[in-house]
């Protein structure tokens, strides 16, 4: 007898595994609960991501939507710290619901999650303003570390994802229609940059660079007004069109 598992069936038993097998002892758990809301079309991935998120006492599933229309409303009502999106939806996609999210709520984090790496998608979600990317099949603690990075201001990457963006940068060199680089940086301003692309936050950097975290601060808002962005995804954007630091 042949037993024939739809994608949606696979996508939850691979929750599951992840529910599972996680390593949830890296997690210090804080004084407050992080909010979350997921966004996917599929019914059983909800359920697998919740059920996984369940286990950990710092995060909470308030509440999750399976298109990008409901996904607004949804996250208008319950304001959450972070959005996890799957890019592919019906009445409105991830990207252009990350979009508008940004634009009304930019103090909301967004993940963007697919069963897809394609380039077009990586760079169409970090240009929404994305701070993290991973493929459904990333490894079992990818997710729960992207968390935690993008809720503290980082960005995040799975390791498909980020090889794949290490490639983007040598193709974007060569793209035709890439948009010059007119803006000139210090050696110091690099040095940032280079490293908040790398996943640094502010005081982190600081302490490698023996600086104040003010310090970093300042440069960094001096960085992003030279660059005509609004966030750290716009940043890490700009820096890899223009080929200011590498992966």
């Given at each position: ?5 739809s994608k949606?069936?696979v996508?939850f ?8 097998t ?16 997921i ?13 996984m ?9 308030i ?15 319950l304001?959450?710290?972070?959005v ?20 009304r709520f930019?103090?909301?984090?967004v ?6 790496d ?6 169409d ?9 991973l ?7 990818d997710f ?40 000139e940086?210090?050696?110091?301003q690099?040095e ?7 996943g ?10 023996k ?11 001096k960085i ?7 966030n750290t995804a716009g ?9 200011l630091?590498?992966?």
């Open positions: 007898m042949l037993l024939v598992i949606p069936a996508i038993m691979k929750c599951r595994q992840l529910c599972e996680a390593d949830f002892n890296f997690l210090a758990v804080s004084s407050s609960t992080i909010k979350i809301v966004a996917d079309d599929h019914e059983l991935f909800r359920e697998g991501f919740k059920a998120l369940n286990r950990v006492p710092e995060y909470e599933v509440g999750e939507a399976a298109n990008g229309e409901e996904l607004l409303n949804v996250t208008e009502q304001q959450p710290d972070i996890i999106v799957d890019i592919i939806m019906p009445k409105m996609d991830g990207i252009l619901a990350t979009e508008k999210i940004k634009s930019p103090g909301i984090k993940i963007a999650i697919s069963m897809f394609d380039d077009n998608s990586i760079i979600m970090l240009e929404a303003g994305a701070s993290g990317y493929v459904k099949n990333a490894h079992k603690n729960l570390q992207a968390l935690r990075k993008v809720y503290e201001g980082n960005m995040y990457y799975c390791n498909q994802t980020t090889l794949k963006l290490a490639r983007l940068i040598a193709d974007l060199h060569y793209h035709p229609h890439r948009k010059k680089l007119k803006t940086f210090t050696s110091r690099i940032i940059i280079q490293l908040i692309g790398n640094f936050a502010s005081k982190e950097i600081a302490g490698k660079l600086l104040t975290t003010r310090t970093i601060e300042n440069y960094r808002e992003m007004e030279k660059m005509d962005v609004n940043l890490i954007v700009y820096a890899i069109k223009h080929r630091f590498k992966i």
